[in-house]
């Protein structure tokens, strides 16, 4: 129980919420303490009991500084009333999706993006495969596998929801094989399902990537600038697929998620299952505190999460882990010019030129960027690994990518 959360008004993909509860009010668990009336968005909730210290600026792990609640704890952990679904009114797909809305859920795989959108595609996209991602190939990051084999029941439940309210025909759980006992525990549950299967998949990265999945589990291809309804496919985190199930089942908002606090940095490495608005600082006390002076702090995983400078930060829906490295582990950072190997065009899973794109976004030439298919890039961060010039193309591209969305939204090019 941390003395204090801080709930930060955006969490998501979309329009930030606007304050419910003023400053000295007191709140309960799962109270909705923020909302927009936009479409895409998702409400936050009271992760404790307790009462409003401030609602302020508050520093996120991208760096931003984004409006947020504190709550200091009273620790009595007092529940604002809920409930669920029935069975009847859970086969009435807008009652579920307006239930998914209010309880906040948002893709706990790291985009978070709103679910209730995510479940409501095109009229003239019908889904026919849902796939539940529980490829988590991030190295360190283990809180998905803990879900699998501890909570496998909410994750077969949230997926029949979710094949239910999209009217979708066939249901796949893609686990990778160095998960076997996830893979067999979920066997066992599903062996009378007639659409429901278990996928075994390689373990690689970015086999978690939601078009490198889709390709991996139904041979289909996601075009260039489309989403997976596409191929009519839908691809859902296995978190995000349990917090569905309890959404519909209990009433339950999205408050706490499970996560890893891992690496060589931490003394006592665990997966834990905590409160949205945690501060960093207080988990990585949980875990036995950090072991000696750490090279970097990794909000996320080590290949596509957010370096961390302030322990102060705290956790939102779509933080997977906090991975802790020490300094030997940290190469120094000395970024040189391009020596044309193509080492980072070999690897490029969706077969874009990082090399070219990032030249270009260095000297301003964003338009050639987004010619180039930059806004393709999945963000998986293997380019960078491997340049031997130590090249930042993710940062580059990251930079292009929110240019690129800002001017559309401008209504520019
Ligand atoms: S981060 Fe690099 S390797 Fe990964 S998809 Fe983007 S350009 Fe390709
Ligand atoms: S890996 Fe680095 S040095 Fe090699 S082509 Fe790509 S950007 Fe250039």
Known sequence: MPAEVIIPLQQHIGAPCNPLVKVEERVLVGQ????????????????????????????????????????????????????????????????????????????????????????????????????????????????????????????????????????????????????????????????????????????????????????????????????????????????????????????????????????DGVREPKNLRVKIGTPASHLIEECGGLKGNPGKIIFGGPMTGFALFDLNTPIVKGTSGIVILPKEMVPVSDPRACIRCGKCVQVCPIYIMPNFIGQYIEVGMIDNAEEASVMDCIECGLCGYVCPAQRPLIQLIRHAKAKITDNRRKGGK
């Open 32 to 263: 909705k303490i923020g909302d927009s009336d936009s479409y895409v968005s998702a409400p936050v909730h009271s992760s404790v009991s307790g009462r409003v210290v401030a609602i302020e600026p508050r520093l996120i792990h991208t760096g931003d500084k984004v409006l947020s609640i504190v709550i200091a704890s009273d620790e009595k952990q007092e529940v604002a009333p809920s409930h669920g679904l029935s069975d009847e009114e859970a086969m009435d797909s807008d009652k579920v999706r307006a239930v998914i809305r209010t309880a906040g859920l948002v893709g706990l795989g790291g985009a978070a993006f709103p679910t209730h959108v995510k479940l409501t595609p095109p009229k003239d996209k019908p889904i026919s495969d849902v796939i539940i991602n529980g490829c988590e190939c991030e190295p360190y990051i283990a809180g998905d596998h803990r879900n699998m084999l501890e909570n496998p029941e909410a994750i077969v439940d949230g997926l029949k929801i979710i094949l239910r309210i999209l009217g979708a025909k066939k249901g796949y759980i893609a686990i990778e094989t160095n998960k076997i006992d996830a893979i067999r525990h979920i066997n066992d549950l599903i062996s009378s399902e007639e659409n429901i299967k278990v996928v075994p998949l390689t373990a690689k990265y970015p086999q978690g990537a939601e078009k490198q999945l889709i390709q991996a589990v139904l041979c289909k291809e996601v075009p260039s600038g489309c989403i997976p309804c596409e191929v009519e496919a839908l691809v859902q985190n296995v978190g995000t697929t349990i917090a569905i199930s309890e959404a519909i089942r209990k009433g339950k908002p999205l408050i706490e998620r499970v996560l890893s606090i891992a690496g």
